[in-house]
């Protein structure tokens, strides 16, 4: 005789439009409800930014894109109410060096080397802002003392996919082609 296990209810905490395609109900804008923080604190693995994911983009850097000088930092966040959910009240960042310029217009540092790059991984999952967007900017400047024009987002996939956005601060002149 089989035994018939009841179904797990996952509770839905809708409280806006959900990520298309999603298995579970999320909202989409980062609201800092009540229903956002049980959702994180049930689905760890879901949460924003984490030290885990820090190390596995790393990982992925070293090998893959072939970086070098890797190393994470914890970045202690300026406007904690811009996040859903934050590793210790800090963002985790990965800073290295790419084995080439990433865009054609970038530059060397005096050793003739690409010039380091800050690294923010997120999962696919995750959504943005823009306060959050300046909250990271803002954070990683005051962190590093200097101004930060441009953070790599590494988006982290259940499958192991990393794939790396730009994101600028401010708006950025178009290339020409040609």
């Known amino acids: ?7 797990l209810h996952q509770p839905s905490f809708r409280t806006s439009p959900t990520h298309v395609g999603s298995s579970k109900s999320r909202p989409m804008y980062g609201s800092r409800g009540l229903a ?7 689905n760890p ?7 885990d994911l820090a190390h596995r983009v790393k990982r ?6 072939l970086w070098t000088e ?17 590793d210790g009240g800090e963002l985790v960042f990965v800073l290295g060096r790419p084995a080439d310029r990433l865009y054609a217009t970038d530059e060397y540092d005096e050793d003739g080397l690409p010039v ?3 690294i923010l991984p997120v999962r696919t999952e995750s959504t943005w802002s823009i306060q959050r967007t300046v909250a990271v900017f803002e954070s990683l400047e ?8 441009r953070v790599l987002m590494g988006m982290y996939t259940d499958d192991s996919t990393v ?8 708006l950025i002149k178009p290339r020409k082609h040609g």
């Open 163 to 170: 794939v790396y956005y730009f994101v600028h601060k401010g």
């Open 60 to 65: 992925n850097l070293d090998l893959q894109h």
């Open 1 to 7: 005789m089989a035994h018939h296990q009841p179904p």
């Open 45 to 51: 693995q879901n949460n924003l930014i984490n030290s």
């Open 116 to 118: 380091h790059e800050w």
């Open 70 to 86: 890797l190393s994470i930092h914890r970045v202690p966040v300026l406007a904690p109410d811009a996040f859903e959910f934050l």
């Open 36 to 42: 956002d923080r049980a959702y994180n604190a049930a």
């Open 142 to 149: 005051a962190y590093t003392r200097a101004p930060v024009k």
